[in-house]
């Protein structure tokens, strides 16, 4: 599965940097993903996770590739979606948003389930929540931050096209995100965890 995983995720990267819209925008969008492949090459050996974890993973720098390469604003998919269903704008930054959310939500579930940092299942999934809630905030920061330096060439990372409320329904988003992952997910997860024999 090492292998695979290295090499979807390899194929995906040069795919996204072949003649992106914006190759600043594309550094930025993709970035998050390559930090974290390092992550997960330095604690493999350490802390291994279970495949449904690696699995969520790459989808999510997929995600983020994908987001990179067109910018989050002009995906041809959800320009036809636009199109085709009368929105107002490309909605693709909404799923990168809604997976920012549900990805680093099993993320933080098996981190917390296997160090056992909180006891009881109530409290495990509000600081899953919370985690995720937070992520989502100092993302929204990091946008803020590289608006404010770098001006006019951000607007591609930004993705807000025209959307007064774009901040507030991105971590929205990620806050729907991080409860469908532990509503559909969690008896999966416990599964996977079981057969690795980490709880």
């Known amino acids: 599965m090492k292998t695979l995983w290295i090499g979807i995720f390899v194929l995906v990267l040069l795919w996204s940097g072949i003649h992106p819209k914006d190759y600043f ?3 930025l969008e993709v970035l998050p993903a390559v930090i974290g492949a ?30 990179g390469h ?8 959800f320009d036809s979606f636009r199109n085709w269903f009368g929105f107002e704008r490309n909605n693709y930054d909404k799923v990168g948003h809604f997976v920012q959310g549900f990805v680093p939500a099993m993320i933080a579930r098996e981190i917390i389930l ?7 299942m109530a409290w495990v999934n509000f600081f899953i929540v919370c985690i995720c809630l937070a992520l ?22 930004l993705g807000t096209q025209g959307y007064v409320w774009d901040t507030q329904s991105d971590m929205g988003l990620a806050l ?6 532990l509503l559909l997910l ?5 599964r996977s965890l079981a057969a690795k024999r980490y709880v």
């Open 114 to 120: 296997r160090k056992r940092i909180v006891h009881g």
């Open 176 to 181: 729907l995100g991080a409860i469908a992952a």
């Open 70 to 77: 067109y910018t989050y604003a002009e995906v041809p998919l």
């Open 38 to 67: 390092f992550v997960l090459a330095i604690t493999y050996r350490r802390f291994p996770l279970t495949p449904l974890v690696y699995i969520l993973i790459l989808l999510h720098c997929m995600v983020l590739m994908v987001g």
């Open 186 to 190: 969690s008896k999966a997860h416990n």
């Open 136 to 157: 989502s905030a100092f993302y929204e920061l990091i946008e803020w931050s590289v608006a404010v330096m770098s001006g006019e060439s951000a607007e591609a990372f």
């Open 25 to 27: 925008t594309w550094f």
